[in-house]
């Protein structure tokens, strides 16, 4: 699913090839699913003949900015959306090309943007795909103060909080701290693999519960949570350009063991030693962790006290790759609030919102 820094490239590209150009028509198929708010002909009506000012992100989410008076669009890509330039092979953060990606109009195409020429660059059309019909097409008169993106927490690369400010909102949870990361009202943009990148490097369980941290498990976090997003956004999320000690780069082979008579080419320990990648289920979504630097401690100490018994039986479903909390699909997870943990009096805790 595409998360920050891919949003961020495909929002980039987007701006580079519609800026300054007007709209001259646009096509759309009808999705009264994928179209929330507004059919496709009142998206069609409401932006055709106006000129596209700029494209900016917020979180997994980007918006259009039109001249004139009319709404904008607010795009999210759900799982499988993307954008497509007429006459480019799209790009994508991890796997290559697909087959059919050079038709025209590509499979799955929800709008297509006829744009006009500008000096000495002709014409072009930008399509939006979506092919498992979870992403969404908004119109909103001002994007930054209306939902979605009015509900999401802070974007690490455009709002990071201050350290005081972000202990300060993490400490108050009792939720496992990776379904407090995957929560689009605390941290925008951050999914699946960047939260486990950020507890990677931040040497801190997927299952760590957040009232339980240390300030300097803390301020790891809160360092990492910016560096790794920057570092995405800085090579445009290619993943070919990742840096190689990243657990992006070997979280994919689901723990395969170098091939006998081969040397071990996977994720090493500072010791130089081979690295044991474990996956686990935590608000609903697969987690990646390395055993020998990522543990487990510390994990019943203020509010957490109260729920001992409880994490007894957690830890238990730990070994078994199993969080408590209620498990979603990918499906679910893309647009659906998971049911919170029972909610103790003086106790705050997590309902994860995954966008």
Not at 185 to 210: K, M
Not at 314 to 323: A, K, N, P
């Amino acid at each position: 699913m595409p998360e920050l820094p891919e949003v961020e490239r495909a929002a980039q590209l987007m701006k580079q090839n519609a800026q300054g150009r007007v709209i001259e028509r646009v096509e759309t198929v009808e999705d009264n699913i994928v179209f929330s708010g507004d059919s496709n002909k009142q998206f069609e009506d409401e932006i055709t003949g106006r000129k596209v000012k700029n494209v900016a992100r917020y979180g997994k989410v980007f918006y259009v900015e039109l001249d004139g008076e009319g709404k904008m669009p607010v795009l999210h890509f759900g799982m499988t959306g993307n954008i497509h330039i007429k006459g480019q092979t799209p790009i994508y953060y991890k796997e290559g090309p697909r087959k059919g990606d050079e038709e025209w109009p590509p499979r799955f195409m929800k709008f297509i943007l006829h744009l006009s020429a500008i000096e000495s660059s002709p014409a072009t059309q930008i399509a939006f795909v979506d092919a498992r019909r979870l992403g969404r097409i908004r119109l909103c008169k001002s994007p930054l103060s209306e939902l979605p993106i009015s509900a999401l927490g802070f974007d690490p690369i455009l709002s990071m909080p201050p350290l005081e400010e972000f202990s300060e909102s993490v400490l108050k949870r009792s939720c496992p701290i990776k379904a407090l990361l995957l929560d689009q009202t605390f941290s925008a943009g951050v999914g699946n693999w960047v939260a486990d990148e950020i507890l990677y490097h931040a040497r801190v369980h997927p299952e760590q519960r957040c009232d339980s941290l240390s300030q300097d498990q803390i301020s790891s976090l809160h360092e990492h949570t910016a560096g790794i997003c920057r570092t995405a956004v800085d090579v445009n999320a290619d993943a070919s350009k990742f840096p190689e000690h990243w657990l992006f780069k070997h979280r994919w082979g689901k723990g395969k063991k170098a091939k006998k008579g081969k040397e071990f080419d996977g994720l090493k320990l500072p010791s130089g030693d081979p690295a044991t990648i474990k996956w686990l289920k935590v608000g609903g979504r697969t987690s990646a962790f390395v055993a020998e630097l990522q543990h487990l401690v510390g994990n019943t100490t203020g509010r957490s006290k109260a729920k001992s018994k409880v994490r007894s039986k957690s830890q238990d479903d730990t070994v078994s790759g199993q969080s408590e909390l209620s498990a979603l699909s990918d499906d679910e997870a893309e647009e659906t609030v998971a049911p919170a943990p029972r909610k103790r009096r003086g106790t705050q805790v997590c309902t994860l919102v995954v966008l």
